[in-house]
């Protein structure tokens, strides 16, 4: 029997994505909110037995939890075989510690709470800093896809002359595997973070750079400060505008009006989040690695 692939309404494109790449099956289900916003959930194809894959990519979490776990009891309930979790973006990771005394560590209750609900998890470059691995915050088995390699085949194709540069420390791991994967040089900018929408960016470039095309690469572009000051950065440092690249393009608030209005040269993200800037396929390597979980 092939696998059911099913999902929140809107994730409906992600899953049809997703079946259609692992030749499975596309479920039926309605899962619509009461008027008090409890949430209905009924699934009308047949999941007894079968394996399921739950697609869910996690921007907009809280909006999307509940109705998800709902999902994942009600196919548990009605006898699925095994029940993944194909989250392209996962969530909850940036609070990986207790910066301030009662701080709740909600990376871990989060994992805590997908543990209880899925059989397995399949995710896109997570923002790992002060955990190494998944298996610090899920007990059940997590795959993670890295996204270097169709980054770097983009630029290979998209930008002459690139130089790559990673925004703050963190970024190192994501631009170091981008610039080995496509035998770019990088260099990394120092971020300090006061506040939400309140990131400074310092550091050196060197004068080989001004002929470069910058391309600035980072996990995750939610406020978009990060990339936004970057931009800034850069151009007191006398380099070309940047190509702005981001894994996952959240862009909340006015993050993706602001960057376009500084004059970068590109805004481009990976389609791991619907966003106008997709233009980076990974779905591609999420379903190889989902398929393989279902072997
Ligand atoms: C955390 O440090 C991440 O790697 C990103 O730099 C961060 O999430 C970007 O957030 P924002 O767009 O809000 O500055």
Redesign the pocket.
């Known amino acids: 029997m092939k696998a059911l692939v099913v999902s929140l309404p809107e994730d409906a494109d992600l899953a049809k994505e997703l079946a259609r790449r692992l030749d499975a099956e596309l479920g039926e289900v309605e899962i619509r909110s009461f008027p008090d916003d409890e949430t209905y959930v009924r699934v009308d194809s047949p999941v007894e037995g079968r394996a399921v894959i739950v697609a869910c990519t996690l921007n907009r979490p809280n909006q999307k939890f509940l109705p998800l776990i709902y999902l994942a009891e009600t196919i548990r309930e009605l006898g699925a075989q095994t029940i993944g979790l194909a989250a392209p973006y996962l969530s909850y990771l940036?609070q990986d510690a207790s910066f301030r005394p009662g701080e709740g560590l909600t990376s871990r209750y989060f994992g805590r709470l997908i543990s209880g609900a899925f059989d397995w998890l399949v995710t896109v470059d997570p923002?790992l800093?002060r955990y190494t691995n998944l298996d610090e915050v899920y007990s059940i088995p997590s795959v993670v896809v890295e996204a270097a390699e169709s980054i770097a085949a983009w630029i290979k194709t998209e930008v002459e002359r690139p130089v790559l540069v990673g925004?703050?420390e963190?970024?190192y791991q994501w631009v170091s595997s981008v610039a080995a994967a496509g035998n770019f040089p990088s260099f990394i900018l120092e971020k300090t973070r006061h506040g939400?929408y309140d990131?400074a960016i310092s550091g050196r470039s060197t004068p080989t750079w001004s002929s470069q095309q910058p391309v600035i690469i980072?996990?995750?572009?939610?406020?978009?400060?990060?990339?936004i000051e970057a931009v800034r950065h850069l151009s007191e440092l006398d380099l070309k505008a940047p190509i702005c690249l981001g894994v996952h393009g959240l862009f909340?608030g006015d993050?993706f009006q602001v960057l376009e209005e500084m004059g970068v040269a590109k805004i481009v993200t990976c389609n791991t989040v619907p966003h106008s800037t997709n233009a980076i396929d990974v779905l591609g390597p999420l379903a190889e690695a989902v398929a393989e979980l279902l072997e």
């Open positions: 940036r923002h800093h925004p703050d963190e970024s939400d990131v980072d996990d995750i572009i939610s406020t978009g400060r990060t990339m909340v993050a």
